[in-house]
């Protein structure tokens, strides 16, 4: 399995504003550094759904929440029966593996990354969706922010980085119908933020030099999804979204698909257990300054839900 220790230079300068990377920042080969940073770029936007307030507590429709950022709000349910707000939060996990290239500043990395590369190098994971719904209106925010860290030593230099990243997705729905299994249609934004501290050290010495910056960006999204009761206590979803569209400096394009089954508990909330995948294609500028980032996302997820 090729990965980025192939190709971590282009990893360091895709992932850092070129303004940002200083001319001595990175003067040993590829080899030198971790395949595992670059592999927590993902985004999305978990399904989250809030209940009536006057069901049972076992028989409540099933906030639904998807796992790690990333497709669009796979979750619909009947609308509350009073005309006041209900309100949904869902914290979810998401066991992705990453595929894809990223190209800067003439270099071209290839990424190949497992779980359980991200997994041994995770620092932080603060993940957690929230809806808003009153009728046939539904607002949904997703947000997670992850941080990876890593350290390797090649010959007398050792590198040490790190890797943050925050995407959140906003989103707001119309139900085309009643009932829990009425479509939902929705429009929105995901925004991305990407950031990158590299420092390079004599072994046992001295900071030789350092590296920071990131790239951040606006994608305009569109999306639907759809419930289908199975029983009483399970539920299927199916969602996907589509957005970019070359719009400003977001992605040429990017999408989403998730399929997730969704469990009541007698308690009132939901379990909920699937799959997500998301792609994204996105590239600026031009010549040496050309940035590229090609990526493909995907993996099983689990998460719970509450409502209020």
């Known amino acids: 399995m090729r990965t980025l220790a192939t190709g971590a230079v282009s990893l360091v300068a895709a992932l850092l504003l070129p ?18 940073f670059g592999a927590l770029l993902q985004a999305g936007s978990p399904p989250l759904t809030a209940t009536p307030a006057d069901e049972p507590a076992g028989q409540a429709a099933t906030p639904e929440l998807q796992l790690l950022t990333v497709p669009h709000g796979a979750a619909a349910t009947a609308p509350p029966a009073d005309d006041g707000w209900q309100f949904a939060l869902a914290p979810y996990l998401w066991a992705v593996s990453q595929k894809g290239d990223i190209t800067a500043k003439g270099h071209k990395g290839e990424v190949d990354l497992g779980f359980d590369d991200i997994l041994s190098n995770l620092d932080v994971a603060l993940l957690l969706s929230a809806e808003a719904r009153q009728g046939d209106t539904v607002l949904r925010l997703d947000q997670s922010y992850l941080a990876v ?16 990243a925050y995407f959140a997705t906003i989103k707001v729905g119309q139900a085309l119908g009643d009932g829990p299994e009425a479509p939902i249609v929705f429009v929105g934004a995901r925004y991305w933020n990407l950031g990158l501290d590299v420092e390079l050290k004599a072994v046992g010495g001295p900071t030789l030099s350092s590296a920071d910056g990131s790239q951040d960006w606006w994608d305009p999204l569109v999306a639907a999804e759809k419930r289908w009761e199975l029983d009483d206590r399970w539920s299927l979803v199916a969602g996907a979204d589509v957005g970019g569209f070359g719009v400003g400096d977001g992605s040429d394009s990017t999408w989403q698909a998730a399929l997730l089954f969704s469990r009541k508990t007698d308690s009132g909330g939901s379990v909920v257990m ?8 996105r590239s600026d500028g031009s010549g040496p300054d050309r940035f590229e980032f090609d990526m493909r996302i995907s993996g099983p997820l689990f998460g719970w839900a509450f409502r209020f």
């Open 19 to 36: 303004a940002c990377v200083s001319s001595a920042a990175l003067p040993l080969s590829a080899e030198a550094a971790t395949p595992r």
């Open 149 to 164: 860290s890593d350290e390797v030593k090649q010959g007398p230099v050792e590198i040490e980085a790190s890797q943050r």
């Open 274 to 281: 699937g799959w997500r995948h998301l792609s994204i294609d």
